[in-house]
Structure formats: C-alpha cells, structure tokens
C-alpha cells in the first residue's frame, strides 16, 4: 500500500483537529481549504494569528482582552466606575455589552474556581478585582459568573472577600428563557427565577 501521508499537511489537519469543536472531518476541510490559498491569503491567515497572539493582553484595569494599556470600557469616560460587573470569560463582556443596558465597568476573571479541572482561585483574576475594590470608588459589585456549580461557587468565593471590604455584592437574576416554557425550566433556573423576581 501507497503511503498518501503528506506530512506538513497531516500537521495541519493536526493544528486544525485542536480547535475547539472540530473533529478530524472538519479539521481536513479546513487544511485543504488553507491549502488552496493563495501565498498572500495564507501569509495573512498565519500573520493573523501572530498579530492577536503578540498585540493583545488583559487590559491593566479589568483584565478583559484589549490591544492598548485599557480596554474601551476602561477608557469611556461616561461609564460608572462605581459598580463593576465581574464575568468568567471575555465574551461575557461582549453578550452584555449587546444589551445596550450597562453602563458600568466590567472585571474578567478568566475562567472559574473548578478544583476538579485543577482550576483555584490564584489562576484567576481575583487579587486584581481586590485591588481596584481597595483604591477607587467601587459601591457595587455584581457577580456575574455563569450560572454553573463553579460559576456560582466563584461568586461566593469571590463575595466572601468583598463583604468585609464594605461593597455591595449583587448576583445577576438568572431565571426562565424568554419564548421558554416553565414546564421545561430545571429546578435552579427556576430557583433563580423566583428569587430574582421583581414587581411589575
Ligand atoms: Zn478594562
């Protein structure tokens, strides 16, 4: 039998097959379409992923993702600096920035306390949050980690820390989907649900 093994293909099926959500069919898909590139079209491809991999960083602030020393929440000068809004991950940011209804600050923590995946509170952005509560004019605090074991045992770890420094700790109300069915809601979100409740 014929080897039809190319070997700096097979790598980058390989590269491919490491992305999230992409099994080997996909990541063979992938290759022969990068293959198919032109010289140029594939020198920006892999200058593209040199250039986020260099330029971009945690913002000196919030620690969400950004190319210069703050990100463009920290550097609006019309935003509340008064209440910070604490997220897992960056595009936490982003699906709340959609919602044209926030006008405060954001911290990205960058994952969640999970000691099953080996994940403690030192490999997150904690002592960073403590940091700006400690020199700056903070008032509210609202914990909005994913409503998960870890993202609510984040919240409390998190809101532990924060009581003493005499902050008001909030939780977003996670609660029923909108065009969803009570019928079909879990038990937490339906928990949530009603203790988030607000008058109408
Ligand atoms: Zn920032």
Redesign the pocket.
């Known amino acids: 039998m014929p080897s039809y093994n190319v070997a700096p293909l097979s790598r980058l099926i390989e590269q491919f097959e490491r992305l999230p959500g992409i099994g080997h069919k996909s990541a063979q898909r992938l290759a022969y379409y990068v293959l198919g590139l032109s010289k140029e079209g594939a020198a920006n491809f892999a200058n593209a992923i040199l250039e986020a991999h260099e330029k971009i960083h945690?913002?000196?602030?919030?620690?969400?993702l950004?190319d210069q020393e703050?990100?463009?929440?920290?550097?609006d000068k019309d935003r509340d600096p008064s209440i910070i809004c604490v997220v897992e991950d960056p595009r936490d940011v982003i699906a709340l920035e959609r919602t044209h209804e926030f006008n405060a600050?954001?911290?990205?923590l960058h994952g969640a306390i999970s000691p099953l995946n080996g994940v403690g509170p030192e490999q997150l952005c904690i002592k960073e949050l403590l940091a700006r509560i400690g020199n700056s004019e903070v008032q509210e605090v609202i914990m909005a980690t994913n409503p998960t074991v870890e993202g609510e045992a984040t919240a409390m770890y998190i809101s532990r820390l924060l009581k003493p420094l005499g902050v008001k700790v909030t939780r977003l109300a996670y609660g029923i989907p909108v065009g969803g069915d009570l019928e079909y809601a879990d038990e937490v979100t339906l928990s949530r649900a009603i203790e988030g409740r607000s008058e109408i």
């Open positions: 945690y913002c000196k602030v919030c620690c969400n950004t703050l990100c463009p929440v920290c550097r600050t954001y911290h990205v």
